[in-house]
Structures are given as structure tokens and as C-alpha cells.
């Protein structure tokens, strides 16, 4: 069965500085590949997405991740973080044949001025 | 087009008590999915529809919950003889298309609350 593993439950960076949530999957099959963000109050809304093509795959508000199949990751990273990018960040897998999307646990982000 | 919207918003309601969610998809999506989401946890899925039909329901969905969506375009998610651990977000999202990997949409949830 298909599953994710977000690895911390809660990151805190600074203004300006890296942002890295770490994803690793697990699936017998090529996985799709999701994030997406939730922010108080309001519906889950998808960052990126992998779906076979580039490996490096870009997506709103700055955000990118990379597929690395040897290392079974999909890390989300943003170069410089934002005081509106604290949020709650859920990576999650399917695949061609599976319409259950599995979540992971969720990593809350905060950034501090 | 206003988004995938839920009702109501927040539910409480006594144990052994029925209760009924309503999900009004985005017009044009032909997909539309339930999911639960509790504390600290991803959202875990329990069905969904392809137009009218249900096509898959996870086992997590109990003999009391029962889901349908008539002529393909809202849904409602009924849950009998509530029990405190049926406490958590449900959550909607519709997609279109038939791809696995469509980008769903999701409502703002309906949180249900058993004393």
C-alpha cells in the first residue's frame, strides 16, 4: 500500500531563510506525487505536483520539490520564507491506478520575523 | 465559479444522534471526494464519486456512514448513530477528469463535534 512519511511535525525558520519539509513515500508503483498547503481556516489548496515528467517540479508562492526516486523523497523547498508562508504543508502520493490519495501527517510551518 | 463549498460548517451534535453533510463541488468536476480529517492527522480518504456513481469506499468508512451524490452534482455524507470518535473535519474536493494525478479541489470542511 501506498503511504507518506513527512518527517517533523513542526518547523520554524526565519524570515528570509530556507524553508525544507521533508517527504519520503513509499509505493510499489511510479507514485504521483502532491503538496499541498492549508491555512487557518481555509480548504486544502495543491503547491506542486510530480507526474512522471521533470523531476524538478515547480509550483505556486515559490515553492519547488524535487523527485528523487533512489532516495524515495519529494522534499518541498522555497529559497527565502515569508512571514505568509506559515501554514500547515501535507505531502501526498497516488498512482495510476489508485484514487485513494494518502496524506502524511502534516508539518506546520512558522516563520519568525 | 465560488469553489467547492460545504454546510454546514460546524456541526455538534449528541452521541447516537444523525447527522447529514452537504458538498457543492465545483460545477464542472465530475469527480468528487470525502474525506476525514482528526487532529494532527492528514486527511484520510473515505469515498468517491465519479458523476453519480460511487466508485470506491475505503474501509474505513463504517456500516453507518452512507455517502451519495444523485444527479452527479452536490453530495451528502450521512453518518447515523454517531458514536464521539465519528469527532473530526470531513472534508470534500472534486476534480475533473479521470486522472489519478487531476489536482482536487478542496471545500473549508464541516466540523463535527460528538458530545
Known amino acids: 500500500a501506498q503511504s507518506v512519511t513527512q518527517l517533523g511535525s513542526h518547523v520554524s525558520v526565519s524570515e528570509g531563510a530556507l524553508v525544507l519539509l521533508r517527504c519520503n513515500y513509499s509505493?510499489?508503483?511510479?507514485?504521483?506525487l502532491f503538496w499541498y498547503v492549508q491555512y487557518p481556516n481555509q480548504g486544502l489548496q495543491l503547491l506542486l505536483k510530480?507526474?512522471?515528467?521533470?523531476?524538478l517540479v515547480k509550483g505556486i508562492n515559490g515553492f519547488e520539490a524535487e523527485f528523487k526516486k533512489s532516495e524515495t523523497s519529494f522534499h518541498l523547498t522555497k529559497p527565502s520564507a515569508h512571514m505568509s508562508d506559515a501554514a500547515e504543508y501535507f505531502c501526498?502520493?497516488?498512482?495510476?491506478?489508485?484514487?485513494?490519495?494518502?496524506f502524511g501527517a502534516g508539518t506546520r510551518l512558522t516563520v519568525k520575523p | 465559479d465560488t469553489g467547492v463549498s460545504q454546510d454546514p460548517r460546524h456541526k455538534i451534535t449528541k452521541r447516537g444522534q444523525n447527522v447529514t453533510f452537504r458538498c457543492d463541488p465545483i460545477?464542472?468536476?465530475?469527480?468528487l471526494y470525502w474525506y476525514r480529517q482528526t487532529l494532527g492527522q492528514g486527511p484520510e480518504f473515505l469515498t468517491y464519486?465519479?458523476?453519480?456513481?460511487?466508485?470506491?469506499k475505503s474501509r474505513l468508512l463504517s456500516d453507518r456512514f452512507s455517502a451519495e451524490r444523485p444527479k452527479g452534482s452536490f453530495s451528502t455524507l450521512e453518518i447515523q448513530r454517531t458514536e464521539q470518535g465519528d469527532s473530526a473535519m470531513y472534508l470534500c474536493?472534486?476534480?475533473?477528469?479521470?486522472?489519478?494525478?487531476?489536482?482536487?479541489?478542496f471545500g473549508p470542511g464541516t466540523r463535527l463535534t460528538v458530545t
Open positions: 460545477s464542472e468536476h465530475n469527480r
Open positions: 501526498a502520493v497516488s498512482d495510476p491506478w489508485n484514487n485513494d490519495m494518502r
Open positions: 464519486f465519479q458523476n453519480e456513481a460511487q466508485l470506491e
Open positions: 509505493s510499489s508503483v511510479p507514485p504521483y
Open positions: 510530480y507526474t512522471s515528467a521533470a523531476t
Open positions: 474536493a472534486s476534480s475533473f477528469g479521470t486522472n489519478t494525478n487531476s489536482e482536487q479541489y
